[in-house]
């Protein structure tokens, strides 16, 4: 029995020292940033339709049609049904908010909402989209924003981008410090991702767009061991 617990002891004994010399291999720790930019090739764009009227089916009739008409263009125009969404319809009474004090609220209206985002896959036809969809009854722009379709080599580029950055790091400490790099230790990705762009220009007359670049940003983080 005694001799099974130095036994143990001894491996633990092995053990907790190979754990230290681990913790205490003389190493160097930075962090790489790396970008990568492309022309953008696809557009998101999000577009209402607001009507009020005295009664409730007629709001929502009224933006329901507006709405039909600019899903037909969008059809019309060659645009993919799972291309064009609805993603907000509402009906909402109108109060008269200049009534009498403490008197209730009396409703002078109804208000249709009907929002749909549309993903425009050919940005040389993107004004023409946007001006086809104010023509047939659009009363709002909620949003316009540039992307990738296909964002992973961007991605890709600005990972290789932010190692380099890293090592180049690395190695002007080790040779500032008098030691040598050695092998990467630890790595980790620790931040980044694909940055859509807003809508950069846009007039009501001709809607011209200019897409701009699409940014792609990644961080990392390298553990390199040193040598002697």
Do not use: W
Not at 198 to 214: I, K, L, Y
């Amino acid at each position: 029995m005694r001799r099974f617990l130095i036994t143990i002891m001894t491996l633990c004994a092995l053990g907790g020292a190979a754990a230290a010399q681990e913790i205490e291999q003389r190493h160097v720790t930075v962090t790489g940033e790396g970008t990568a930019s492309a022309v953008p090739d696809i557009a998101l764009i999000t577009l209402g339709v607001q009507i009020r009227a005295d009664a409730p089916d007629a709001a929502m009739e009224s933006a329901s049609e507006a709405a039909g008409r600019i899903l037909a263009r969008m059809s019309e125009m060659g645009l993919a049904d799972s291309d064009v969404q609805t993603t907000n319809l509402s009906l909402e009474p109108v109060y008269d908010r200049n009534g009498e004090p403490g008197a209730s609220p009396e409703p002078r209206g109804f208000e249709a909402r009907n929002m749909l985002t549309v993903r425009v896959r050919d940005l040389e036809r993107l004004g023409d989209v946007l001006a086809a969809a104010l023509d047939d009854g659009a009363t709002s722009l909620g949003g316009l924003q540039f992307d990738l379709s296909e964002p992973k080599p961007l991605l890709d580029a600005a990972r290789r981008a932010a190692v380099s950055d890293a090592r180049a790091k690395a190695e002007l400490l080790a040779e500032t410090a008098g030691t040598a790099l050695g092998e990467v230790l630890q790595i980790e990705e620790t931040g980044g991702g694909n940055q859509p762009m807003p809508m950069a220009e846009m007039r009501a007359s001709s809607v011209p767009v200019a897409a701009g670049e699409s940014t792609v940003s990644t961080r990392v983080r390298i553990v390199y061991a040193l040598g002697d």
